[in-house]
């Protein structure tokens, strides 16, 4: 038995509803085919977006999507992707195979107006310049005469877009130049300072952060170019990668479905480390900007893991379970808890990619066990995180021991209180004993997906995961009882 306490009295800050963001790179099939199939497809679309793709991110009501990278925004170069001429280049990165920048800007731009999401603009600084930057915002967002401005005209559009956030350089550590910190920050003082406003829209400056556990990084940066920025990056993949002693060397990724219980207990433990590496980062940036001004932007967060059989290994396609949607809910959960720092989060990727929430074939789609946790944890978005533990005891295996349950909650502007339950194990259900307080409530709305921990939703077959929609509880005086399956991410609305 567990006990849970919500309490409806204690508030915190707002929870950011960009903590729910997305992540698309010109990386396999993940704008290809997975979003963009262009116009004289006969996949049904609307100026070259898939229909059914974008009436699924409507639905979750994606809030906020960065583009074009990744390690691919580090070689992009944006005038490639505009206008009438299109240059066919490589994708040296991922795969080799050719982009013909038939998505571009305006493309990309149309997307997010299809969808109603903000865009997050990733600009190129391994191999970009200030000047190529700058001159990419102005096309943008000028709304006046200038070379930019009237080169967006001539290429359809009059208005300007309105872009908030700016992210100035990708993994500089790795892939984005293989920089120092020091030299890091002096390069992004000199590419911010080029990036101007134009209009009323003041925009928000994303530097480069660490690469997971590299607090070094985030000191320098903190110390260097802190006051300059609005918002610092941080990295994180969950990979249940093992020692092998058969090959005697560290297997990174493992194959996305058909995994052991060792397998998965040791994901989860990789997936709640995350909380541990946003505390440290807060501490660090804490002796910098007590004020915390400056956001956490985790904007590349999610499963790695084996690429599926038969497909490009470049085009990290894998697979996702309810092993994935486990990891997505405690996830969303410590950065909701997180909110006084973290404010932006984007899973990698939206589609066809690592932990994606949609995968296609051909015309087909799939909805994954991720997706529906997005679905599950959308009345989070902009609501204001209150308190809420449990009391339980741990699971998992010797190696690998985790809680049983994972919990956030939050009050919505409607008053209503919106509650994620994750239940861990992988197979036993949890019997939780949950305490009200602040508050009176008479009902709890129950919606949750389930599972074996390797069920998932493929082509052509019927889905083994959709979320259910249980009985309302009544709920007398301050507490009810709720039984919850193995394996499962629920979620509770009190009113
Ligand atoms: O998401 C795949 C890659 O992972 C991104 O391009 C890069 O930023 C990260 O290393």
């Not at 610092?232 to 219980?261: C, I, N």
């Not at 066809?352 to 989070?380: C, D």
Request: aromatic content about 12%; glycine content about 8%; hydrophobic content about 40%.
């Amino acid at each position: 038995m567990a006990f849970v306490f919500i309490n409806a009295g204690r508030k915190y800050e707002q929870i950011n509803k960009n903590l729910y963001g997305h992540f698309a790179e010109h990386l396999g099939n993940g704008i290809y085919n997975g979003i963009f199939v262009g116009e004289d497809s006969p996949i049904p679309n609307t100026r070259g977006i898939r229909n059914d793709v974008a009436a699924a991110l409507r639905q979750i009501q994606v809030p906020t999507l960065r583009w074009p990278g990744g390690c691919f925004a580090e070689y992009y170069n944006w005038k490639d992707g505009v206008g009438a001429d299109r240059k066919r280049m490589v994708n040296a990165g991922w795969g080799g195979v050719v982009e013909d920048n038939s998505f571009g800007t305006h493309e990309f731009l149309d997307l997010c107006e299809q969808i109603g999401c903000a865009p997050y603009i990733a600009a190129n600084v391994g191999s970009g310049t200030p000047r190529e930057a700058s001159e990419w915002i102005e096309y943008m967002t000028f709304a006046g005469e200038s070379p930019m401005a009237d080169w967006r005209r001539q290429n359809g559009r009059d208005a300007p877009w309105d872009i908030e956030f700016i992210g100035i350089g990708n993994e500089n550590w790795g892939c984005g130049g293989n920089m120092r910190p020091e030299f890091y920050a002096d390069v992004y003082k000199q590419f911010e300072t080029y990036i101007r406003n134009y209009g009323e829209r003041k925009l928000f400056r994303v530097a480069c952060g660490a690469d997971g556990a590299d607090y070094e990084w985030t000191e320098t940066l903190m110390r260097m170019a802190g006051k300059r920025m609005d918002g610092l990056s941080l990295h994180y993949y969950t990979m249940p990668g093992y020692y092998s002693t058969d090959e005697y060397k560290w297997e990174r990724k493992t194959p996305a479905v058909g995994f052991d219980q060792a397998n998965y207990y040791r994901t989860l433990r990789r997936a709640l480390f995350i909380d541990e590496l946003i505390v440290r980062h807060k501490h660090v940036m804490d002796k910098y900007d007590p004020e915390r001004r400056v956001a956490i932007m985790l904007d590349e967060w999610g499963t790695w893991h084996e690429a599926e059989a038969g497909t490009n290994p470049a085009f990290l396609f894998q697979q996702n379970t309810m092993r994935d949607a486990v990891v997505a809910g405690v996830s969303l959960n410590i950065f909701n808890r997180h909110s006084d720092r973290v404010r932006m989060a984007n899973l990698a990727q939206m589609v066809n990619v690592l932990q994606a929430v949609i995968l296609t074939e051909g015309e087909q789609m799939v909805l994954t066990p991720t997706y529906h946790v997005f679905e599950l944890y959308k009345g989070h978005q902009d609501a204001t995180l209150i308190e809420s533990y449990v009391q339980q005891d741990l699971t998992g295996t010797e190696e690998a021991q985790v809680p049983t349950l994972h919990i956030s909650a939050s009050e919505r502007a409607d008053g209503k209180v919106h509650v994620t339950l994750v239940n861990l194990s992988a197979d036993a259900a949890q019997e939780a004993q949950v305490t009200l307080a602040g508050r009176a409530f008479t009902k709890a709305g129950v919606r949750s997906i389930s599972g074996d921990m390797n069920s998932h939703n493929a082509f052509g077959e019927a889905p083994q995961v959709e979320i259910r929609t249980l009985p309302d509880i009544d709920v007398q005086g301050n507490s009810f009882s709720l039984s919850l399956p193995a394996c499962c991410v629920a979620e509770l609305v009190l009113e």
